[in-house]
Structures are given as structure tokens and as C-alpha cells.
């Protein structure tokens, strides 16, 4: 909340000429009132200073439970005029116009609890009573809440909850509340401390005392912030000042610094551009060694590149031709193998048909006798067998022989030679490195286990003459 500057402190005569018409003002509405009701002429007596006739008046009234009439008759109780002060008297009367929501006899009572005026001293209660009048708006009251957080009593101590307080009181004119916040800010106590912020408020709070004496405590701590004010910025000054000596002292001295720095720099900027000349030469001197050794290691890295490339593909190249050779030896396996499949097959015809032709040739026995009975020739049919000549039974009886096996191949038991037939490799083959290194013994082509060829042997036919 924004508390407005205080008002400009009116001058003593304007006050009293102030003071003087709101007095007048106020007798003419009270001797309106007194010709009106008892209470207004209770109160008109009170403020003329017949306090018996107040008294008088007010009793009946308050017994009655009128708020106004029972206050009024707490504070005259408080007061001891006329009648015996009596702390108790006033507490009961004062309770009875609280009870009813009597704002000022709710303040009269948080300020009878906090000081123990009449009862035991209890700032919880003060609390509970001051702000019920606070809540309504009693700038007393909201000065004694303020008062009681600043001081912790009766609730935790809290500078900035205080302050709030003592502005809700000032804004209603209320002196005391004006000091506290110039205390506030002297003290820098739950704002920023300013002292000139201060004194202002002292100033304010002056202007708004009822009497000459608080007013002229307020001026003189106005008057002692302002002071200390001036001996700080004073003091401050000083240490400025000094601060500046002491400053262009060290200005000297670093310029002296500097220039010795600058010297002691050339120097070594002159032996940094020194090394710095050397550095470079070494560093071409070595740029030039590290060329050399990349070309060497380049060049011979290419080397070996070369190299197993033409391992690579002197590798594939063999493994191509081994896998035709294979192809082709595979092919003439299984040629090899139809023409024995075949010649088995004619062997079997041939031994059939001489079979059947000695069975044929072969005389019947008769029964009694030991002449042959011919066997009666059979009809003829649609195909006639031809009679074989004898040339061809001699050559159907060879064939009819059994036959040899040498390997997996069958030979012909009046055909004793043998053809073999062997994988072997050119002398183009034979003379390839990566042969070289299969043959050698621990050896063999890289990634791959030796190639072993099997030697296959068979009989060839002989040739027809």
C-alpha cells in the first residue's frame, strides 16, 4: 500500500484557530443534543467538565447497555475524576461496550491487557481486542498492533507487518504512529533504511501531537536523525576523499608499474618473437621429416595394397580355373559312367541272347532211349528271329564273357589294358605362385585350406579297329 507524503505541519496559530472553531462548533451541537436526549447532555457535561453530572447521567444509561454511555463511563472510571479511580470498574464497563462492538472500549481493553493496567498482563488478549477495534478502523488500535509485532509481544516478531500497521495508523493522523515509521526507517527495520525518510516523518509526526511536550521530543529525534544524517554524509565525504587519496596514490603507483611491465613485455615479446622464429624453422624441419616419412609409408602401403591385390586375384584366378577343371573332370566322370552303364547293359543283352540260343540248339532226350527228341519248332510269328551266323555267335560269345573291374569301371575279360585318366594341371598351372605356396608344406592359400584334387582312373574303350 502507498502511504501518502505527510501533510505540511500547520503553523500554531492556524491550529489554534482551528482548535477554536471545532470547539465552537461542538458546543452548539452539543447543546442541541443535551436539550435532545440524556446522552448528548451527559456527554455535553463531560466535555464542559462537570464529571458528577456525566457520571450521573451516564450510569442509568449504561445500565440500560448503551455502548456510548458504558465507554464513557469506563474512562471516567480510568481517569479518577470526580469519582475514585477503579481499574476493575472501568475493565466491566469497558467489556460490557466491547461485548457490543464498541470499537474505542475494545482498544481501551488491548491496552489494559498489554500493560496490565487493572489485570494481569496478557498480550494475547491485547492482541484479540486491538484488532477487533483495528478491523474497524481505531487508529489507536491499529498503532498498538503495530507496536506488538515490532516488539514480538504476544505473536512472533515481524518488522514488515508492523510497518503496515503503523501506516494503516498515520493515514488517520495518529502522531505516535507517524514516529514509529520514522523509527522504521531509522532503524531500516522491515524497510530500507533512509534516514532522510526518517526525519520526514518525525516531522509529519509533530505536526499531529496534541501536546507541546511530545511534540518537541518528536522535533529533537527529528533534529538527532538529521544530525547523524549530516555526520554520516560527513564521514562519508571523508572516506571519499580518502578513498581518492588513497586512489591517485595507487594510480602513481601503477603507472610506475605499468611502465616497468612494459619494459620487462618488450623484452619478452623481443625472445617470444625469437622462439617463435625457431619454432617455425623446427616446425618445417619436422613438417618436411613427417612429408617424407607419410610419402615412405604411402608408397610402401601402396606396395602392399598392390601386392595383395594381385594375391587376391591371382587367388580368384585359381580357384576359377580349379573349379573348371573340377567341371570338366565332374562331366567326364559322369560320361565315363553312362558308357560302363551302357556297356553292362549289352553285356546282358549278349548273355541273354547266347543263352537262349544254346537252349535252343540243345536236344530233347527221349524217355527209353538215348536219341534226342527234336524239339518242334516254333510258329512263326509276325517277327521271325533270323538265324545267326556263326561269326556272329563267336562275337556274341566274347562279348558274353564276364567282365573285369578295375576301379569303379568294368573291363572286357579279353581287353587287358587300361587307360588312365588323371586330373592333373598344365605347366602354365603348375608354375602359378599361389600353387607354389600350396605345395610348399605348412602352407596354403590364404583363407583357404589346400586344394587337393582326386585322381580318377578308368578304362577307356578300345577303339573299334
Known amino acids: 500500500m502507498i502511504v501518502p507524503s505527510p501533510p505540511f505541519p500547520l503553523s500554531r496559530r492556524a491550529r489554534s484557530t ?41 450510569l442509568p444509561l449504561a445500565s440500560k447497555g448503551n455502548p456510548l454511555a458504558q465507554f464513557n463511563l469506563g474512562l471516567l472510571f480510568t481517569q479518577g475524576l470526580i469519582i475514585q479511580k477503579d481499574e476493575q470498574a472501568a475493565l466491566q464497563w469497558f467489556l ?32 484479540h481486542w486491538s484488532t477487533l477495534a483495528a478491523k474497524q478502523g481505531n487508529a489507536q488500535a491499529q498503532f498498538d498492533i503495530a507496536q506488538l509485532y515490532a516488539n514480538g509481544l504476544g505473536v512472533p516478531q515481524n518488522h514488515t507487518e508492523a510497518v503496515k500497521w503503523y501506516r494503516l495508523a498515520a493515514e488517520q493522523g495518529n502522531a505516535a504512529a507517524h514516529a514509529g515509521l520514522g ?33 518537541n521530543s518528536y522535533l529533537a529525534r527529528r533534529d538527532a536523525i538529521e544530525k547523524g544524517l549530516i555526520d554520516r554524509q560527513m564521514a562519508k565525504e571523508k572516506q571519499l576523499a580518502r578513498i581518492e587519496a588513497e586512489r591517485v596514490k595507487a594510480a602513481e603507483a601503477a603507472v610506475a608499474q605499468a611502465a616497468r611491465i612494459k619494459a620487462e613485455q618488450a623484452a619478452t615479446e623481443q625472445a617470444r618473437l625469437k622462439a617463435i622464429e625457431q619454432a617455425a624453422l623446427d616446425a618445417q624441419l619436422q613438417a618436411k621429416k613427417q612429408a617424407e616419412i607419410e610419402q615412405q609409408a604411402a608408397r610402401k602401403k ?8 594381385r594375391k587376391t586375384r591371382q587367388r580368384n584366378e585359381l580357384e576359377v580355373e580349379m573349379a573348371r577343371r573340377r567341371a570338366e573332370i565332374n562331366a567326364e566322370a559322369a560320361r565315363r559312367s553312362r558308357e560302363i552303364q551302357a556297356e553292362k547293359r549289352r553285356s546282358k543283352i549278349a548273355e541273354a541272347r547266347t543263352a537262349k540260343i544254346r537252349h535252343a540248339d540243345t536236344p530233347l ?50 581287353d587287358n589294358r587300361k587307360y588312365p585318366a588323371k586330373t592333373e594341371l598344365t605347366d602354365e598351372e603348375l608354375q602359378h605362385p599361389l600353387m607354389k605356396e600350396a605345395n610348399e608344406p605348412g602352407t596354403g592359400i590364404p583363407g583357404k585350406p589346400l586344394i587337393k584334387l582326386k ?4 578304362s577307356k574303350k578300345p577303339e573299334k579297329p
Open 18 to 58: 482551528v482548535r477554536r472553531f471545532a470547539s465552537f462548533m461542538l458546543l452548539l451541537l452539543l447543546t442541541g443534543i443535551a436539550q435532545a436526549d440524556p446522552l448528548g447532555e451527559a456527554q455535553h457535561a463531560q466535555e464542559a467538565g462537570d464529571y458528577a453530572r456525566a457520571a450521573t447521567l451516564y
Open 96 to 127: 460490557a461496550a466491547a461485548d457490543q462492538g464498541h470499537a474505542e472500549a475494545q482498544a481501551r481493553l488491548g491496552q489494559m491487557y498489554a500493560k496490565g493496567n487493572g489485570v494481569p498482563q496478557d498480550f494475547r488478549k491485547a492482541m
Open 183 to 215: 523509527e522504521c526507517y531509522e532503524q531500516g527495520s522491515g524497510v530500507t533504511q533512509d534516514s532522510a525518510m526518517a526525519s520526514k516523518w518525525f516531522a509529519s509526526a509533530a505536526s499531529y501531537a496534541n501536546d507541546e511536550a511530545t511534540r
Open 302 to 309: 601402396a606396395e602392399l595394397d598392390a601386392k595383395a591385390e
Open 365 to 414: 532226350m527221349n524217355e527209353h532211349d538215348d536219341v534226342p527228341v527234336q524239339k518242334p519248332a516254333p510258329q512263326a510269328r509276325n517277327n521271325p528271329v533270323k538265324p545267326i551266323p556263326p561269326e556272329a555267335k563267336n562275337a556274341v560269345t566274347d562279348e558274353a564273357h564276364p567282365t573285369q573291374v578295375t576301379g569303379k569301371i568294368k573291363l572286357s575279360k579279353n
Open 455 to 458: 585322381q580318377i582312373e578308368w
